[in-house]
């Protein structure tokens, strides 16, 4: 089983959720974050004063799938939230020793819903 999380622009979390869904993924947490990336922040104008916001608003995604569903699901992010833009965002995989449903007591793949 692997996690994945993806952090991508508020304005593709809808495009990404939909996307996800016509490929079978049922179960995500998705969390609204602040961060920054190589660009550090971005400048603003407000008042027609110009500032520097050094922590941007980001969506982040967490699935957790098994081996097999992560190249689809990677792809399907990647593609939905790209804008050929700086920004677009970051996704990560990473092992996932063990889940647990905490209703039932299901374990792994059981417990994730595949």
């Given at each position: ?8 622009k ?25 961060g920054?990336?190589?660009q ?8 027609g004063?110009?500032?520097q916001?050094t ?5 982040r995604?967490e ?23 700086i ?7 990473m092992?996932?020793?063990?889940a647990v ?9 059981e417990?994730?819903?595949?």
């Amino acid at each position: 089983m692997k996690m994945i999380v993806a952090i991508v622009k508020p304005a593709v979390t809808e495009p990404v959720m939909d996307a996800l869904a016509d490929i079978g993924i049922s179960g995500l947490t998705v969390s609204e974050v602040k961060g920054h990336g190589r660009q550090k922040g971005q400048t603003e104008i407000y008042r027609g004063a110009e500032y520097q916001v050094t922590l941007v608003p980001k969506v982040r995604f967490e699935i957790a799938v098994e081996d097999s569903a992560v190249d689809k699901v990677v792809d399907t992010i990647s593609k939905t939230a790209s804008t050929g833009k700086i920004g677009d965002g970051k996704v990560f995989v990473m092992d996932l020793a063990s889940a647990v449903r905490i209703r039932t007591g299901e374990r792994d793949s059981e417990a994730i819903g595949v």
